[in-house]
């Protein structure tokens, strides 16, 4: 079974809107750490949200917000008020074990576009 | 889906060794691979871009002598961390993608924990 799951391959999204990208994930780990990473066409990844298994509210960072559904296993990201410079690809992550033992798995992302 | 491994999932070593990691696409040929550096403030830091048979481009900062990087086949590129120093210890990331063009899917490995005492 896939760690980490991003079903949209591709989303495209009207400037100024607000855009979903999903994120499922499967650990049995009860301690684990969800991350959101853009990659623009250049290859760096930049750090965007971070939402760890014991947070009892969703994360914010500016335009980014995670929804959070531990029941459900999913951690989409939100992005309000899409932006033209929003346009990349998006990575969903998760980090499982403590200490030394860690181990990170990444889906394989969603290309978002935003459209003028 | 595609595999990448990396080896050793977790190093611990004197400061002033070397240490060597392993990223190996499992079920595809990876004509370009990645370094990244996981900080802990979660930034994921590009360290360089490795195409098969050729040498490696280093993002600017990142220092090649000390962080060599070879990509001998389609299938294994290694990172060394030359004289390794306590603040080279770091969570090591490899990355793999299969043809150049950047439409391929990139796929990660577990990473690597450098500890170097």
């Known amino acids: 079974a896939q760690k980490i799951t991003q079903t949209q391959p591709g989303m495209f999204v009207q400037e100024k809107e607000a855009v979903t990208l999903d994120c499922t994930y499967d650990?049995?780990?009860?301690?684990?750490?969800l991350f959101w990473y853009k990659q623009p066409s250049s290859g760096e990844m930049i750090f965007l949200i971070y939402?760890?298994?014991?947070?009892?509210q969703n994360a914010t960072e500016g335009r980014y917000s995670l929804n959070f559904q531990k029941a459900r296993k999913s951690a989409n990201l939100v992005i309000s008020a899409s932006q033209l410079g929003d346009s990349a690809m998006y990575f969903c992550?998760?980090?499982?074990?403590?200490?030394?033992?860690?181990?990170?798995?990444f889906g394989t992302g969603t290309k978002l576009q935003v459209i003028p | 889906g595609a595999v990448v491994s990396q080896h050793p999932s977790r190093v611990i070593c004197k400061s002033g060794t070397s240490v060597k990691i392993e990223c190996r696409s499992l079920?595809?040929?990876?004509?370009?691979m990645f370094w990244y550096r996981q900080f802990p403030k979660k930034s994921l830091m590009l360290m360089a871009t490795?195409?098969?048979?050729?040498?490696?481009?280093?993002e600017q900062g990142v220092e090649k002598d000390k962080f060599l990087i070879n990509h001998a086949s389609l299938t294994l590129s290694t990172l060394t961390v030359t004289s390794a120093h306590p603040e080279d210890s770091s969570f090591y990331i490899c990355?793999?993608?299969?043809?150049?063009?950047?439409?391929?899917?990139?796929?990660f490995g577990p990473g690597t924990r450098l500890l170097v005492l």
């Open positions: 490795s195409n098969e048979g050729s040498k490696a481009t280093y």
């Open positions: 990355s793999a993608r299969e043809g150049t063009g950047i439409r391929k899917t990139q796929y």
């Open positions: 650990t049995s780990d009860p301690s684990y750490g």
């Open positions: 939402q760890g298994s014991y947070d009892q």
């Open positions: 079920d595809f040929q990876a004509t370009t």
């Open positions: 992550a998760m980090r499982e074990g403590s200490g030394g033992y860690q181990k990170v798995t």
